[in-house]
């Protein structure tokens, strides 16, 4: 992707009420960039921007799940700005419960968010970063997107079908000079593990009291986190204006990146115990 340096980038950015969404917005209207946000309230992020001089931005009250006016949402950014440069999909938020106690209505509001609000805004994004041949999708996933524990089945789960769809994504439109990155944040000093952004079962089952434990202990991380949101931000708009092919997957903050180094070893153990008897499978050689 050519990262354009002659005229202002627009950006189209998902989730931007708070987090690392929010941050973004900010960092990117103070570098004089275009900004389309989608929000569930805009009151709410013009409020949060406080005195930044918003000129630059588009407010859109959205629900990504519905896959019309997500391509109006679109079409407004186009028509508004008259480019769209770089697209990334943030919206998203936490829920920590054994795959036991969630529901079928808690299971398919995630994958809304998570999964299919991602499609839709890629469906109505693509054709326009084809036609111009260049353009970059930031996925916004998780180290949960890569390694799973306990507590973090459905959030993972959305987010190992997010993984899925950016490195099949990738590789379907490198050759239209679109970029994809993959983010992998681990955790960040944003409102997260809050109860505003942390959701939780609406019963809890007596037979998991390390998963109750768990949860304290995450509100109480609440703070704390190891990992700054400006600086991960900054590091995020880096690899996109460096226009240059970059790795795939961008994995922030240290604890991130143990996560995945362990769930790198963990899988090579694997497939060496599996060595000798994954061939067993196959039809014998003629």
């Known amino acids: 992707m050519n990262y354009p340096t002659q005229r202002p980038a627009t950006w189209l950015v998902t989730g931007t009420s708070r987090g690392l969404g929010l941050e973004l917005v900010t960092q990117l209207l103070r570098r004089g960039d275009n900004v389309a946000a989608t929000t569930r309230s805009a009151q709410r992020l013009l409020a949060a921007l406080g005195d930044l001089d918003t ?3 588009l407010a859109l009250e959205l629900d990504l799940g519905d896959e019309q006016a997500v391509a109006a949402a679109v079409e407004q950014t186009t028509d508004r700005f008259g480019s769209l440069d ?3 999909n943030n919206a998203g938020y936490g829920f920590l419960a ?5 529901t079928d209505r808690d299971v398919r509001a995630m994958f ?11 469906r109505a994004v693509l054709p326009v970063l084809r036609k111009q041949n260049g353009g970059h999708v930031v996925n916004v996933s998780s180290v ?13 789960a959305g987010k190992f079908a997010l993984e899925g769809l950016t490195e099949a994504l990738a590789g379907e439109v490198a050759d239209f000079g679109v970029g994809v990155t993959l983010v992998e944040p681990g955790y960040f000093r944003t409102s997260f593990l809050t109860r505003d952004s942390l959701a ?3 019963s809890t089952v007596d037979a998991y009291p390390a998963l109750r434990e768990m949860v304290a202990n995450h509100l109480e991380l609440q703070g704390n986190q190891p990992g700054d949101p400006v600086r991960a931000v900054e590091q995020i708009i880096a690899r996109v204006t460096a226009g240059t092919t970059t790795p795939l997957r961008q994995v922030l903050g240290s604890d991130a990146h143990a996560y995945a180094t362990a769930k790198v070893a963990a899988l090579q153990d694997n497939l060496d115990r599996t060595r000798d008897s994954a061939p067993v499978t196959d039809y014998p050689a003629a």
């Open 55 to 57: 000129s630059r931005l």
């Open 86 to 88: 770089v697209v990334v």
């Open 98 to 102: 054994a795959v036991e106690e969630t």
């Open 112 to 122: 809304d968010v998570q999964v299919f609000g991602v499609w839709n805004v890629l």
């Open 144 to 156: 949960l997107g890569m390694t799973a524990v306990p507590g973090w089945g459905l959030y993972s």
């Open 200 to 202: 939780l079962p609406e």
